[in-house]
């Protein structure tokens, strides 16, 4: 399988959350440590401490009470959507790539946990028909859409039960200029947010490179963390993991 190489396009100022006042914004915002709707979970022990060097985070709704900054109303424990075991968990992915995540996702099935593609989007167009021959393969009715993240609808993208999201690395990798929230695609993890902010999913999965907790000086890492931590209704409790390839038999080249 093979995919084009993607082209470098600017990506305009207005077209994501505003980086400088992110950045400016992210010791005031995070200086409690947490938020009223969640809190950054650091694993204890194993080889998965992250907050040093994330990989991957997975976030859970806290059970608590919040009441909104928009709205001014307030949203109960009770009120959360609840997982039901049995049934299966509906998905969708953005940044979905040629596959890895969704494939690995196709195998992690039990008797009491199974997941259902509902939609996955990328902008490359080889890209996206590796993904639908390799892992929407089971799944006909799933939408696969080949677009730009920035002209996206997201607002018209079926609600799932769990989100999937590796937003690009581009300028996360430490192989590079690491311009971090200040590069062409640092941005673009928002348009996660916006979703996650609309479709409130029980789960999102989210996935880049060890060079995040690096960024801008540490300030990325944070302010990212800040955004998925209050986003949606209720908020999420993140937890961060470092997977080092190499600890789990994967052959890894320079």
């Known amino acids: 399988m093979t995919t084009n190489q993607k082209k470098t396009r600017p990506v305009e100022a207005e077209e994501t959350l505003f980086t400088e006042d992110m950045l400016a914004g992210v010791d005031a915002s995070t200086a409690e440590g947490g938020s009223t709707s969640g809190k950054y979970s650091e694993p204890v022990g194993g080889r998965s401490r992250a ?21 001014g109303e307030t949203t109960k424990a009770e009120d959360m959507p609840q997982l039901v075991l049995g049934k299966a968990l509906t998905v969708g992915e953005m940044f979905s790539g040629p596959g890895g995540i969704g494939i690995a996702l196709n195998r992690a099935r039990s008797a009491a946990l199974s997941f259902t593609h509902l939609w996955a989007t990328d902008w490359d167009a080889d890209t996206c028909e590796t993904y639908r021959r390799n892992v929407l393969k089971d799944s006909p009715e799933a939408l696969s859409i ?24 581009n300028d996360f990798s430490l192989v590079g200029e690491s311009k971090g929230l200040h590069g062409n695609y640092g941005g673009l993890f928002s348009y996660g947010v916006k979703y996650i902010e609309r479709a409130n999913p029980l789960f999102f999965f989210a996935e880049n490179v060890s060079g995040l907790s690096s960024a801008n000086d540490g300030k990325a890492f944070r302010v990212i963390l800040n955004a998925l931590n209050h986003a949606g209704k209720f908020g999420y409790t993140i937890t961060a993991h470092l997977y080092k390839f190499e600890e789990y038999g994967v052959i890894v080249t320079s």
Do not use: H, M, W
């Open 51 to 71: 907050r040093k060097a994330p990989k991957t985070a997975k976030a859970e709704k806290p059970a608590k009470a919040k009441i909104s900054e928009k709205t």
């Open 146 to 169: 080949c677009e730009d993240v920035r002209k996206l609808d997201i607002d018209g993208l079926p609600v799932v039960d769990g989100f999937l999201y590796g937003f690009p690395c």
